[in-house]
């Protein structure tokens, strides 16, 4: 069983920058990023192949960069530019080829002033 365990988060003024951390416990080919808002469903912020392969939504393009250490398993997610509307739970997503999604435990983003 794949375990996904996500660090950082938590409130930030808008404007600001927060980086969000997610390791894996194996090697996983597509890592990522999906939120949450209250009364919405999940999203994709972002995600990246092994191979640097990667999608972002079109609200975070240009704000948010998402990075990978494939040696350590561990996938990135620096946001800039915060917005009140980036206000989620986020969680890290993993998927292997043809496989299974894997969760992380999610976690708080707040922008607000």
């Known amino acids: 069983q794949v375990q996904l365990v996500q660090s950082g988060g938590g409130l930030v003024q808008p404007g600001g920058s927060l980086r969000l951390s997610c390791a894996a416990s194996?090697?996983?080919?597509?890592m990522g990023w999906y939120h949450q808002a209250p009364g919405k469903q999940r999203e994709l912020v972002a995600r990246?192949?092994?191979?640097?392969?990667?999608n972002y939504a079109d609200s975070v393009k240009g704000r948010f960069t998402i990075s990978r250490d494939n040696a350590n398993n561990t996938v990135y997610l620096q946001m800039n530019s915060l917005e009140p509307e980036d206000t989620a739970v986020y969680y890290c997503?993993?998927?292997?080829?043809?496989?299974?999604?894997?969760w992380g435990q999610g976690t708080q983003v707040t922008v607000s002033s």
């Open positions: 990246m192949t092994t191979s640097g392969i990667t």
């Open positions: 997503h993993g998927k292997k080829w043809g496989g299974p999604d894997y």
């Open positions: 194996e090697n996983i080919f597509s």
